[in-house]
């Protein structure tokens, strides 16, 4: 009698029946807006629409992660922890992504520090936590440099300053065509 107690204290503790699956309705979300922005970046007609388009993809699952609820479930949280820092750390995620995956993750660890505080799981968690840190700070070591220049104008740019070259390589008769 005593053992069907505990077990049943203990199997409450996990709540396995009643999770929302955060990590799997997250996962299903970037698939969709995946496959959206990926159509739009096939349709695009030229350079300067591709390049805007792959742009706001990267900013549509940014924006996708960090708006994402944090659960309030034990195994709910825990999977999102393992989740968010699995992605954060990967070094396929890319670099806005995974910066707002870390936020997640340290978003998620300081709830879970409020509400599991005694959890042996969560122990892990932050004996680990500055690791973490230090691997993600090396995987992904700086925002990508952005030109605020659209691709039409650079392309252009480049081509005119070749030209220049040319003529006064011409000039000089260091070649000839």
């Known amino acids: 009698m005593q053992y069907e107690t505990r077990k049943r204290v203990d ?10 699956h955060t990590s799997i309705k997250l996962y299903e979300k970037l698939e969709a807006l995946s496959a959206e922005w990926d159509h739009r970046i096939c349709n695009a ?36 922890l393992a989740m968010a820092q699995a ?35 969560l122990s892990s968690f932050i004996a680990s936590d500055k690791d973490i840190q230090n691997r993600y700070a090396s995987v992904h070591k700086k925002q990508p440099k952005e030109s605020n220049l659209r691709p039409a104008v650079r392309m252009t740019i480049y081509f005119l300053t070749f030209c220049i070259v040319g003529m006064v390589l011409c000039y000089w008769g260091l070649i000839s065509f």
């Open 11 to 20: 199997n409450s503790r996990y709540d396995h029946g009643n999770t929302s």
């Open 87 to 121: 992605a954060a750390l990967s070094p396929s995620t890319p670099y806005y992504s995974a910066a707002a995956y870390m936020t997640k993750y340290n978003e998620s660890l300081t709830k879970a520090r409020l509400l599991f505080s005694r959890d042996e799981v």
């Open 45 to 80: 007609n030229d350079i300067d629409e591709k390049w805007y388009a792959r742009r706001g993809k990267e900013q549509a699952m940014a924006n996708a992660i960090a708006t994402t609820p944090i659960p309030s479930t034990r195994t709910d949280l825990f999977e999102f």
